[in-house]
């Protein structure tokens, strides 16, 4: 059985989708959680797990501002003096073929979803140094693995975590800390759940389990990897796609 008690848990994009299923999540497992999102919209997360027992923070932070994420991780260390577990999962997507993108698009999104990912590890690797303990586990999607028409900026921020982790594995494992990557397929979010349902058939009917992925089966595989049972894993890609690629 997984069990995360005494460790404290740094989730970012956690107001919603499988940020706010990770943070949920790792609270049940015993973690201390800081929530972190734009403005106040990780408060919600936050009163969840203080309502069902557990600890939590609810940190504002634009992940594309390297001094919000300095605050955050500021304000993680006075609450709970430390920081064990880093989970990468904030994310945007601005689609648009290729001939169409804007650079702003592609700027935005590469800002985002991986220059921010490097920042935050930068700012949480001292102090798992210092404990010479520590897990890294970042957000890709099947998209930065397999590609898909229309999202060369969101698939090119993607694979670029993957590069980005097996690097960072490979100089920090002496450490103590490991460091990985979860590769969503299509999930059962906010943005697919505004899609007809005749194109959710669609998609399903793609995916060899026959459905779409749940958020609460991602925040599953971050559980596991920010574990002990997960301790000789690293530099790794766990895809949780339902086998739709492979």
């Known amino acids: 059985m997984i069990d995360l008690s005494g460790r404290v848990a740094l989730v970012t994009g956690a107001s919603r989708g499988i940020g706010r299923a990770t943070a949920l999540a790792l609270a049940r497992q015993g973690a201390r ?81 991986l220059t921010a990912a490097f920042t935050c590890a930068q700012a949480v690797l001292r102090l798992m140094i210092k404990q010479r303990s520590g897990r890294i586990i970042t957000i890709s999607s099947v998209v930065g693995q397999a590609g898909n028409a229309g999202q060369a900026n969101y698939a090119a921020s993607k694979a670029g975590l993957i590069g980005l982790s097996k690097a960072l594995a490979l100089e920090v494992a002496s450490r103590g800390i490991t460091v990985n990557v979860v590769a969503p397929g299509l999930i059962e979010t906010d943005m697919t759940r505004a899609i007809s349902e005749g194109t959710h058939e669609s998609w399903a009917g793609k995916i060899p389990i026959g459905r779409l992925g749940r958020p609460e089966d991602v925040a599953d595989a971050v559980c596991f990897l920010a574990s002990d049972e997960a301790s000789y894993i690293t530099g790794q890609v766990l895809a949780v796609n339902g086998g739709m690629y492979t």
């Open 33 to 113: 959680v800081v929530a972190a999102a734009r403005g106040d919209h990780a408060a919600a997360v936050a009163a969840d797990i203080e309502v069902a027992g557990g600890q939590a923070l609810a940190a504002t932070v634009d992940v594309t501002d390297p001094a919000s994420i300095e605050a955050m991780v500021t304000a993680a260390m006075e609450r709970f003096g430390r920081v064990d577990v880093l989970v990468n999962n904030a994310g945007i997507t601005r689609d648009r073929f290729m001939l169409r993108m804007k650079r702003e698009d592609w700027d935005a999104v590469l800002a985002t979803n």
